[in-house]
């Protein structure tokens, strides 16, 4: 027979705590119930908890004491804070203190029932694992930075709190914020990234927030938007800071509401997600500006987590490279390239600015143009400052090439056009050598693997 959970409830009031008791019992849930601290650390010594839920004003102390006394002595208990109605720096000093969640008076048994079940979906911590190719969703390394950065992401994916992860551009704040979801107890809910700068400001609202049918011209069929599509589980702000002031008072509003207004509704609708967000730039310094807001600066500032640079981490670069290099040719169905050992002492010497996505991009280019799947330092082409050339055409054929284009008039797609090009050509090579891949590639001038490279880029095959 299993066990069924149990919870610990702490509240002076014994209304709100009667209240509380019939609403967990009703979940199936053994309560245990205190009127102070005394009688909870009583408690809390004599038995291990599932959930404790707590007041923050207690005859003998603060919810807050409790808190860090819990996540000193029995840190795999969730805790979460009831706080008055309005009282959103206390919520915040709670979650800082380290509280799972928080709930505010009134109560509204719905939002409780929802803290309680993601509550309980948490599993006690896992000792430190080292990190293998293998593990989805795992940030990969073993340099004192990552280990950190790991045992940081497993500590807040057992909280609600928002997280703010900085970092340089390309240094992986995006696969941080998604561990933290795939760790916690929202796991089994939708993950929904969004880069707020690719956003129109005319559209910010509706892609947020949702629309009604007819609201507003070419609003031709409801529509949830971000917010509503992540419900359950946790959106995730990149680059934050490229919000417009006019859309950070409605996104403060939304989450401290924890509800959004879709454009067109008179009614507001409730969500459950929770947020992170992310930014390359310093936001301190845009709230000195005045081009970020304070107070929605402190709302997603909670915790902050900073994901190092790729060169404070260079003896994670053997682990990465040969994890993007078997990604690479599983995608393009090749047999996986090596590192000459030239190769890898370039690539730890290297500082990447771009940190790992341009030692992704590096490590895709040289795929391409490697022979004998082997990849050697000169494949690489790092910080000479020079233009790399482009996959499948050489120095020597690009210049009559671009001497024949003929560049149409007005707006292009630059990058749609160039490929058009490439496409045409590597046809134009097939037709030649009547589709022997060995023969056109010669003809090209690029090898055999950098042709199947194009070819399943462009959807060629």
Same mark, same amino acid.
């Given at each position: 027979?299993?066990?069924?959970p149990?919870?610990l ?22 309560v ?6 005394s009688q909870?650390y009583a408690?809390l010594?004599h038995?291990?908890?599932d ?14 004491e ?10 795999a ?22 509280a799972?969640?928080?709930?505010? %008076?009134p109560? =509204?048994?719905p ?12 599993a $006690?911590p896992?000792?430190?694992q080292?990190?293998t190719?293998g593990?989805?969703?795992?940030i ?5 930075h ?8 497993r ?6 709190a ?6 340089? $551009?390309?240094?992986? %704040?995006e696969l941080?914020?998604?561990t933290?979801? !795939? ?22 609202e509706? =892609?947020?927030?949702g629309?009604?049918?007819? $609201?507003?011209?070419g609003a031709?069929?409801?529509k949830?938007g ?16 490229? !919000? ?7 996104l403060?509003?939304?989450?401290q ?19 992170l967000s ?23 500032n ?10 404070e981490r ?7 490279a040969?994890h993007? !290099?078997?990604?690479i040719?599983?995608?393009? =169905? ?9 190769? !890898?002492?370039r690539l730890?010497g290297?500082?990447?600015p ?9 490590? =895709? ?6 022979d ?21 055409l050489?120095?020597g ?9 003929t ?16 496409r045409?050509?590597?046809?134009k090579?097939l ?5 022997? %891949?060995t023969a ?13 490279y194009?070819?399943? %880029?462009?959807?060629?095959?």
């Open positions: 027979m299993t066990t069924p149990s919870a409830i702490i509240d002076d009031e014994p209304d709100i705590r009667d209240l509380l008791e019939i609403t967990l019992t009703r979940m199936g849930i053994e245990t119930t205190a009127a102070d601290l909870a408690a010594k038995q291990t908890f959930l404790c839920l707590t007041d923050m004003n207690l005859p003998d102390g603060n919810g807050i409790l808190v860090q006394w819990i996540q000193e002595q029995a840190p208990t969730p805790v979460a804070v009831i706080t008055a109605y309005g009282s959103m720096d206390t919520a915040i000093e709670s979650l800082k203190a380290g799972f969640d928080f709930v505010s %008076k109560v =509204e048994l939002r409780l029932r929802e803290l309680v079940n993601s509550a309980l979906k948490l $006690s896992h000792p430190e080292p990190a190719e593990d989805p969703g795992l990969l390394g073993n340099s004192a990552i280990r950190k950065l790991r045992s940081q992401t500590k807040l994916a057992r909280s609600q928002p997280v703010f992860i900085s970092g340089e $551009s390309g240094s992986g %704040k941080v914020a998604r933290i979801h !795939l760790q916690g107890p929202r796991s089994d809910g939708p993950f929904i990234a969004v880069n707020c700068g690719a956003i129109p400001s005319e559209l910010m509706s =892609e947020f927030f629309h009604k049918k007819g $609201s507003f011209t031709v069929e409801n949830d971000l917010f509503r599509s992540a419900n359950g589980g946790t959106l995730f702000l990149d680059e934050v800071a490229d !919000l417009p002031l006019a859309m950070q008072v409605k403060l509003r939304a989450i509401e924890k509800a959004v207004r879709p454009v067109g509704e008179t009614k507001e609708v409730p969500v459950d997600i929770r947020v992310a930014t390359h730039k310093n936001l301190a310094e845009l709230v000195q500006e005045g081009l970020f807001r304070q107070d929605l600066f402190y709302r997603i909670v915790i902050e987590l900073a994901v190092p640079p790729l060169r260079s003896d994670d670069i053997p682990l990465l040969n993007i !290099l078997n990604r040719a599983r995608e393009y =169905e090749c047999s996986a390239a090596r590192l000459t050992a030239a190769a !890898l002492e730890q290297y500082a990447f771009g940190n790992v996505r341009e030692l992704e991009n590096a490590l =895709e280019r040289a795929f391409t143009l490697c004998d799947d082997t990849i050697d330092a000169g494949d690489l082409q790092l910080g000479n400052g020079k233009q790399p050339p482009v996959p499948g050489t120095p054929e690009r210049q009559p090439l671009a001497a024949d284009m560049i149409p008039e007005g707006d292009i797609d630059l990058e749609g056009y160039l490929e058009t090009i490439e045409q050509t590597i046809e090579a037709e030649a050598t009547r589709w022997n %891949k056109a590639a010669k003809k090209l001038g690029i090898t055999f693997r950098a042709l199947r194009r070819l399943k %880029k462009l959807g060629m095959e």
